[in-house]
């Protein structure tokens, strides 16, 4: 069992979201979330997430701002802690990366990495990400499906 943060980044360009897929294989889930990932031994959460995006997305990113750093509730192993950070693209093109301790799954994690029009549902998915407005919005996962 291991429990860690993880440090994730809100890039909006042109009314769009960047948000990655992922497939947890652990609880048979697909869904869309901010990019980023967990914060290593001796690293920040500021690097841990500049490290992360260029991994998983190819882009180099410039960090604004810290968001949010919240617990995730109900976790006993995994992310138990999320920190949000605003940041902005700084250089690289857009394309798939991958988890480097995952490079020889045959079942990737990462599933896709693009940028998504912003709407009211994913403007609401978004808020409850960042915990906005928690007392109108029920709290049941960091993701989005």
């Known amino acids: 069992m291991y429990i860690r943060t993880r440090a994730q980044a809100l890039i909006i360009e042109n009314g769009r979201i960047l948000m990655a897929k992922h ?13 980023g990932g967990g914060v290593e031994a001796g690293e920040t959460p500021e690097e841990a997430v500049v490290r992360e995006l260029k991994e998983e997305t190819n882009l180099d990113i410039r960090v604004i701002r810290k968001l949010c750093e919240l617990p995730l509730p109900g976790v006993t192993a995994g992310y138990a802690r999320g920190v949000t950070f605003l940041a902005e693209i700084a250089g690289g093109q857009l394309a798939l990366g991958f988890d480097p301790e995952q490079e020889h799954w045959q079942d ?24 906005l407005g928690t007392e109108r919005i029920p709290y049941r996962s960091p993701f989005i499906s």
Do not use: G, M, N
């Not at 497939?23 to 990019?35: A, F, K, Q, V």
């Open 23 to 35: 497939h947890d294989l652990t609880i048979d889930e697909i869904y869309w979330c901010l990019p």
């Open 108 to 131: 990737k994690f990462l599933q896709a990495v693009s940028w998504r029009k912003i709407d009211a549902p994913l403007l609401s998915a978004v808020a409850t990400i960042l915990r």
